[in-house]
C-alpha cells in the first residue's frame, strides 16, 4: 500500500477541485517554536505540498526562547484571523511550554490536525469535525487499496489519543463496520490476539515488534510506529518477513507518514467549507 502514490493523488485532486471553484484562497497555517529538525522538516514538507495543491500557506515561525504567552497570543491571532481556514501547531513543544493550553486555543473548525479534545470529542460522539490525520490516513489507505472492513475484525495496537484511539473508533463506526479490539503493551499473548485479525494496526512505537507470527496469512498490516534505530527509522512492523505473508502491507517509510501531510490538506479544504470560504 503505497502511501507517496495515494498522497499525491489526493494532493492532485485537491489541487482540480480547488480550480474548478475559481482558485479561492484556501489558507493552511502553521505555528513552528524551536529549532528541532524533525519538526522543520515535517512544516517544510506541509508548505510544499500544500502549494501543490493549490492552497495558500502561512507559517509562524517562533525561537525556542518563546514564552507561553508568546506562543499563546501567535495561535490566539491565527484563530481571529477569518482569511486562515486551518491551523496547525507542530509538536514537541520546547520543553517548559504547554502544549494542551496552545491547542485549547484552536478552534475545533480550524483544528486541521484533529487534535483537541474538542475534535476528539466530536469523533466520539459521531458529530462533524476534523479527524486527527495519522488515522484518517490509515483509512485512506484501506480505502484506496479495496481492503474490506465490513465484517472483520481488526486490532490496533497502541492506545494513544493521537492514534490508537481515534483509530479504534474509525474503524468500529457505522459504515466501516469492522470488530476491533485494543491491544498495547500489557495485552497478554499479543500473538494469538493478533493471529485473529484480518486488519492490523500497529501503532505502539516499539521497533519491528510485529512480526511474521504475529499476522494471519492475508491479512492487511498497517505500520504506524516510528523508532529511531541504529539501522535507521524503523516501523513497529518487521517488513520483509511480515511481507511474505501479509494480503497487504504498508512500507516504512513511504507508507502512512505521507498520508498524514495528505489527510492534513484534506482536512484544511474541508474546514475551509465549514468556514464558508468554499462551495460546498
Known sequence: MDGNRLRDEIVADLRRTIEAAGSPPVCLATVLVGDDGPSQIYVRNKHKKATEAGMVSRGVVLPASATQAEVEAAVAELAADPSVHGILCQLPLPDGLDAESVLALIPPEKDVDGLTERSMGRLVRGQVGHVGCTPLGVMRLLERYGVATAGKRAVVIGRSTL???????????????????????????????????????????????????????????????????EAGIVGDVDFDSVQAVAGAITPMPGGTGPMTIACLLENTLAAARMQGAFPT
Open 163 to 229: 492514534v490508537g484511539l481515534p483509530m479504534v473508533l474509525l474503524l468500529g463506526r457505522k459504515g466501516v463496520d469492522a470488530t476491533v479490539t485494543l491491544a498495547h503493551s500489557r495485552t497478554p499473548d499479543l500473538v494469538a490476539v493478533c493471529r485473529e485479525a484480518d486488519i492490523v494496526v500497529a501503532a505502539a512505537g516499539s521497533a519491528r515488534m510485529i512480526t511474521a507470527a504475529h499476522v494471519k496469512p492475508g491479512a492487511a498490516v498497517i505500520d504506524v510506529g516510528i523508532s529511531r534505530t
